[in-house]
């Protein structure tokens, strides 16, 4: 069974620094992409940039690009989304979910993780 | 960039309705536009890939149509467990969702 399981959900001051995971199993993790989909409350879906596990080539949207970095680890089957310095407007859902196919569909996801609530309040 | 959009931005239905809901894309796309459900509270689910193809596991009461910059999705009979926010997304290149429709009880 495909399985995305994510890190738990965070509390944390502006400025402060955060990285959240998404483990991955039941699939070939190094061949399939896991990208980042940010949901402010009560909007849409934004795709954030995504990681290729078996090589590490990370896409960043631009409007992510700078803000935060994307990283895997291929020995633990997880994923990393991370923030230097977070803001009061960081605070949102985020998901991990895995393209569908290898090759280079990243955007094309069919398994998605259950999603990370940080909250970044003063 | 390509702008997503979709039509109507919410809608009421009952269960066992035909619903339908449209997603227009700035420029051509050709077939790379998927459909998601995601309930409330829930993550985003996988519907149909590549305009038309129904996810494995999905019922058959979705279906989607359509290509280049103009899509549709279709659920024959609305059932209880539809009721959330679908959208659809362009993959390729630069991956975009649409801002979403609501789907809820009449």
């Known amino acids: 069974e495909v399985q995305l399981v994510q890190s738990g959900a965070e509390v944390k001051k502006p400025g402060e620094s955060l990285k959240i995971s998404c483990r991955g199993s039941g699939y070939s993790f190094n061949t399939h992409w896991i990208a980042w989909v940010r949901q402010m409350p009560g909007k849409g879906l934004e795709w954030m940039g995504t990681?290729?596990?078996?090589?590490?080539?990370?896409r960043y949207s631009p409007s992510f690009q700078g803000q935060v970095t994307i990283s895997a680890d291929k020995s633990k089957s997880t994923a990393y989304l991370q923030w230097a310095s977070l803001k009061a407007s960081d605070t949102a859902k985020y998901y991990c979910?895995?393209?569908?196919?290898?090759?280079?569909?990243?955007?094309?996801?069919?398994?998605w993780g259950q999603g990370t609530l940080v909250t970044v309040s003063s | 960039d390509i702008q997503m959009t979709q039509a109507p931005s919410s809608l009421s239905a009952s269960v066992g309705d035909r619903v339908t809901i449209s997603c227009q894309a700035g420029q051509d796309v050709g077939k790379y536009l998927n459909w998601y459900r995601q309930r409330p509270g829930k993550a985003p689910e996988l519907l149909i890939y590549?305009?038309?193809n129904l996810q494995t596991g999905v019922p058959s009461r979705f279906s989607g149509s359509g290509s280049g910059a103009e899509f549709i999705l279709t659920i024959s009979s609305l059932q209880p467990e539809d009721f959330g926010t679908y959208y659809c997304q362009k993959y390729e290149s630069l991956p975009t969702f649409g801002p979403g429709t609501k789907v809820e009880m009449k």
């Open positions: 979910a895995k393209s569908r196919r290898t090759g280079y569909s990243y955007g094309d996801l069919d398994y």
């Open positions: 590549d305009a038309s």
């Open positions: 990681i290729y596990p078996g090589d590490s080539d990370i």
